[in-house]
T-cell receptor, first 111, second 111 residues
Framework: QQPVQSPQAVILREGEDAVINCSSS?????VHWYRQKHGEAPVFLMI?????EQKGHEKISASFNEKKQQSSLYLTASQLSYSGTYFC????????????FGPGTSLSVIP | SQTIHQWPATLVQPVGSPLSLECTVE??????LYWYRQAAGRGLQLLFY??????ISSEVPQNLSASRPQDRQFILSSKKLLLSDSGFYLC??????????FGAGTRLSVL
């Protein structure tokens, strides 16, 4: 079952912060975050496994609450290069097979 | 290092014509392989995934089929294309983790 993402779209000015949420009705083992620039393939950002560990690099971080079946992606001090569509993907089992992606959140950073 | 090749990059086909999209992975063995379709402005729809040669799981009943004749080769086919088959087709691979790495994609227009 496809995870739900919110918001559907967000517009930021450079330097502002944003939070993108992802939730599932199923128990989750893993949550993945990808960013897709227009006309390009999605690029992996980070993966969070069951255990609630928060991860991040530079100004992008994420958390995973497996009890609530939710994950959030945090973008701080946004840059123009952060523009794109962000997808969360969820894995329900420990077996390394399929990931179901959410509908995406369009993020636009303007000067 | 691992690389994924997907071709062609762009394809324009008439309704009712056959389709064959190919994806190959280099630099790894026994990868999981995936085909996704992305309609314009929409999310990533998982079509097929494979955990080994000849092993194909279909996620959405439709006009398409997939085959994996070799360990690192994944083919998406159709006998007769429909207008609704238009979209951006992405191949992806993963090995021993849930992290998926995407090819550059094929933009298919069915006219």
């Amino acid at each position: 079952q496809q995870p739900v993402q919110s918001p559907q779209a967000v517009i930021l000015r450079e330097g502002e912060d944003a939070v993108i949420n992802c939730s599932s009705s199923k128990a989750l083992y893993s949550v993945h975050w990808y960013r897709q620039k227009h006309g390009e393939a999605p690029v992996f950002l980070m993966i969070l496994l069951k255990g609630g560990e928060q991860k991040g690099h530079e100004k992008i971080s994420a958390s995973f609450n497996e009890k609530k079946q939710q994950s959030s992606l945090y973008l701080t001090a946004s840059q123009l290069s952060y523009s794109g569509t962000y997808f969360c993907g969820t894995g329900a089992t420990t077996s390394y097979d399929k990931v179901i992606f959410g509908p995406g959140t369009s993020l636009s950073v303007i000067p | 290092s691992q690389t994924i090749h997907q071709w062609p990059a762009t394809l324009v086909q008439p309704v009712g014509s056959p389709l064959s999209l190919e994806c190959t992975v280099e630099g790894t063995s026994n990868p999981n392989l995936y085909w996704y379709r992305q309609a314009a402005g929409r999310g990533l729809q998982l079509l097929f995934y494979s955990v080994g040669i000849g092993q194909i799981s279909s996620e959405v009943p439709q006009n398409l089929s997939a085959s994996r004749p070799q360990d690192r080769q994944f083919i998406l086919s159709s006998k007769k294309l429909l207008l609704s088959d238009s979209g951006f087709y992405l191949c992806a691979w993963s090995v021993r983790t849930h992290i998926q790495y995407f090819g550059a994609g094929t933009r298919l227009s069915v006219l």
